[in-house]
T-cell receptor
Framework: QKEVEQNSGPLSVPEGAIASLNCTYS??????FFWYRQYSGKSPELIMF????GDKEDGRFTAQLNKASQYVSLLIRDSQPSDSATYLC?????????FGTGTRLQVFP | DAGITQSPRHKVTETGTPVTLRCHQT?????MYWYRQDPGHGLRLIHY???????DKGEVSDGYSVSRSKTEDFLLTLESATSSQTSVYFC??????????FGPGTRLTVL
């Protein structure tokens, strides 16, 4: 069974620090990778997607993909208390997505 | 964001009653999905649709059925609700089959 794994956390970082969120996946044939943010009681919202090995930057967010190691990560620079949420990693699976269980991030002032 | 609405947003029902949740989208997206989200399990796919009248099962489809008679509407039915189906249900859509956009969710409680 194809799997996506994340550490559930919580990951606690001080305001202004870099938060590093990690995700591993089992299907070597996966092509598309997504990071969603979910605030408590709300629906998931897309932050970034990445298709190619390497880094992709969007503002304070950087997604990193290493297909050889089957590893995708999300870096959040200059973390803010408003970044406190659960971050879901998702991997494509033939017209569907497989989601990890999410990592809860807490940014303290 | 894709224009996705879900109704009802909250529902409390009793064991054994039928329940239908509705997902409505205004983006003309081809694919629609129903997930449930429970603590410790993350988002799990119940059923999905890849076109009008075209549906398929996800990993937790037992006890659920779906229908899609129009592009914009995807219905999830619990024929006879059980307490194990208490959950938050999310609908999602996509045109291309990968990047998905989520509706606001429906919180269902089965007593």
């Amino acid at each position: 069974q194809k799997e996506v794994e994340q550490n559930s956390g919580p990951l606690s970082v001080p305001e202004g620090a870099i938060a590093s969120l990690n995700c591993t996946y089992s299907d070597r044939g996966s092509q598309s990778f997504f990071w969603y943010r979910q605030y408590s009681g709300k629906s998931p919202e897309l932050i970034m997607f990445i298709y190619s090995n390497g880094d992709k930057e969007d503002g304070r967010f950087t997604a990193q993909l290493n297909k050889a190691s089957q590893y995708v990560s999300l870096l959040i620079r200059d973390s803010q208390p408003s970044d406190s949420a659960t971050y879901l990693c998702a991997v494509d699976n033939t017209d569907k997505l497989i989601f990890g269980t999410g990592t809860r991030l807490q940014v303290f002032p | 964001d894709a224009g996705i609405t879900q109704s009802p947003r909250h529902k409390v029902t009793e064991t054994g009653t039928p329940v239908t949740l509705r997902c409505h989208q205004t983006e003309n997206h081809r694919y629609m999905y129903w997930y449930r989200q429970d603590p410790g399990h993350g988002l799990r796919l119940i059923h999905y649709s890849y076109g009008v009248k075209d549906t398929d099962k996800g990993e937790v489809s037992d006890g659920y059925s779906v229908s899609r008679s129009k592009t914009e509407d995807f219905l999830l039915t619990l024929e006879s609700a059980t307490s194990s189906q208490t959950s938050v249900y999310f609908c999602a859509t996509t045109q291309g089959g990968d990047t998905q956009y989520f509706g606001p969710g429906t919180r269902l409680t089965v007593l």
